[in-house]
């Protein structure tokens, strides 16, 4: 009833840039927070932004500086702007939203994520 479709990844070579999106879709009342997670071969998922319903934003340290979280509220969608990409950039990067299908408020959202989309970056 929910779908979030990421598109935008690719192979780049080191210090060049990429523009993820994620478009939520389906039954969505509201979105609360959104973030972009990305996860390397043979290590955990891990944060890289977040973005709340106000504008309030987080990274990771390792990306700060160089990756920017925005979203378009009227669109449902979250974008991340990579650029001076590194190597270790390298993974398979996931969108999540919190969406209420049915309310707004506390206790309305449940956490829905995309498919996820490779992002390599050669040296």
């Known amino acids: 009833q929910v779908q979030l479709v990421e598109s935008g990844g690719g192979l780049v070579q080191a210090g060049g840039s990429l523009r993820l999106s994620c478009a939520a879709s389906g039954r969505i009342l509201s979105i609360n927070g959104m973030g972009w997670y990305r996860q390397a071969p043979g290590k955990q998922r891990e944060l890289v932004a977040t973005?709340?319903?106000?504008?309030?934003?987080r990274s990771a340290d390792s990306v700060k500086g160089r990756f920017t979280i925005s979203r378009d509220t009227a669109k449902n969608t979250v974008y991340l702007q990579m650029n001076s990409l590194k190597p270790e950039d390298t993974a398979v990067y996931y969108c999540?939203?919190?969406?209420?299908?049915?309310?707004?408020?506390?206790?309305?959202?449940?956490?829905?994520w995309g498919q996820g989309t490779q992002v390599t970056v050669s040296s």
């Open positions: 973005i709340s319903l106000g504008g309030r934003t």
């Open positions: 999540s939203a919190d969406i209420g299908m049915y309310c707004s408020g506390i206790g309305c959202y449940s956490t829905y």
